[in-house]
């Protein structure tokens, strides 16, 4: 058994925020109350701490199978355990492409070895190859729990429109990466500093608002679920806006580094900044910003991409992969960025990160309640920390390194166990 006490607890599903006590038996919390004692629980003194539902990030890259030099699903579980995370949903672009039932299981097998819970997307098509769907049914059997060809857009609409009709037979959504290759130069790089700084034609705005404009009249007209990943683009945002008044089914996320930084840090932090979609404008940090306030935007998820250090090291940045590690960074940069500013409440910030995401999925997972989940966070939201490359994951590939930001983990509690402790 374990009892923590004396923490601020909040809960975005009761909307709970009082000092209390938390006791856990097994992987379930039994009582939440003012007060209680216990003596045969192990004790955590949370005074002065917040106890919140573990994180829920339903966007990560763990790369196994074929690049666990980069990560591997253990490594990745621990890294999820460092920031706090208690849930995640993986993504299909591994090799060999989670297309199959086969290599869907083989990477359950080694996902449900690891203290948190792991889920993983299939392919939309097979070997994200843009023509044939996958069996959306038989994965679906087998554990999926969505389906997304993220790092590759869908551009066959006729093949969109049959996988959002494939998705509603099988009662589930498509979640996807939304650019225009062919209104596209060099990705990893906004058009502005591309063309300023780099003088090449870099990823442009309208490649991602364009396509995200056609996917979610799509979903509207075949009146599908379609989840938006990464959003980067003010315009992105008024889209999904659009979207959503219509009745269109579309809900969006958005990355931490996002709303934390705009494309101005590829001139100090370099490859590690390379990612896509890229840092933009201030004017669009400033719009997901808003995105999420209104709730248009209804999920933070890091889009945690690694990248072994020399991949990241080569001298030419144009041939750097795009992507940074995110899953340790993610609380922090979002209590640095959002609610120390006055953005969002903690309650609200807490929402987008465990009950919002937990809620997509249908997962029993993102709130605080007695005979609830034992899956928690409990940090300092005030305590500065400095980001080192001394990361759990396999890879360093911050831009954020040497950063001093808000909000410490202390511990991080799945299926009642403590698997992270500071």
Do not use: W
């Amino acid at each position: 058994m374990l009892l923590i006490k004396n923490g601020r607890v909040m809960d975005p599903k009761s909307q709970r925020d009082q000092v209390a006590d938390i006791l856990i038996d097994g992987k379930r919390i039994v009582k939440i109350a003012p007060e209680i004692n216990c003596e045969e629980a192990k004790v955590i003194d949370a005074s002065g701490l917040i106890v919140a539902p573990g994180l829920v990030d339903i966007h990560v890259h763990f790369r196994e199978p074929g690049q666990t030099h980069k990560e591997d699903i253990h490594t990745g579980a621990l890294a999820a355990a460092a920031g706090g995370v208690t849930t995640v949903v993986m993504m299909a672009n591994t090799n060999p492409v989670i297309s199959d039932v086969t290599t869907l299981q083989e990477v359950l097998t080694s996902a449900a070895k690891e203290k948190v819970h792991i889920y993983t997307n299939a392919s939309v098509t097979k070997q994200f190859n843009g023509q044939e769907l996958t069996d959306f049914k038989a994965l679906l059997e087998a554990g999926a729990v969505s389906f997304s060809d993220d790092g590759i857009p869908l551009e066959n609409s006729q093949v969109l429109k049959e996988a959002f009709d494939l998705a509603n037979a099988n009662q589930t959504f498509i979640a996807l990466h939304e650019e225009d290759p062919k209104l596209n130069g060099i990705l990893g790089f906004n058009e502005h500093i591309a063309k300023d700084q780099f003088h090449f034609c870099g990823a442009t705005g309208v490649a991602e608002y364009s396509m995200i404009a056609r996917d979610v009249m799509i979903a509207y007209d075949r009146q599908a679920h379609v989840h938006i990943q990464h959003l980067s683009k003010a315009e992105s945002v008024q889209v999904v806006a659009f979207a959503q008044q219509l009745g269109a089914k579309v809900t969006a996320e958005v990355a931490p580094q996002h709303f934390s930084k705009t494309e101005d840090l590829l001139l100090l932090a370099g490859t590690n900044a390379k990612m896509n979609p890229p840092l933009r404008t201030e004017r669009d940090r400033l719009a997901v910003i808003e995105g999420l306030k209104s709730g248009v935007i209804s999920i933070i998820a890091t889009d945690h991409a690694p990248h072994h250090k020399e991949e990241k090291a080569v001298e030419d940045i144009t041939q750097a992969p795009s992507g940074m590690t995110g899953l340790e960074t993610s609380l922090s940069l979002g209590l640095t960025h959002l609610v120390e500013p006055g953005h969002l409440t903690l309650m609200s910030f807490l929402e987008k990160m465990t009950l919002n995401p937990a809620s997509l999925y249908d997962f029993e997972a993102g709130y605080l309640a007695e005979n609830g989940p034992a899956d928690l966070v409990i940090f300092a939201d005030k305590e500065e920390r400095v980001i080192t490359e001394n990361f759990a994951s396999k890879a360093s590939n911050s831009p954020f390194i040497g950063e001093t930001l808000k909000g410490v983990v202390k511990y991080t509690v799945s299926n009642g166990q403590i698997i992270y402790q500071q």
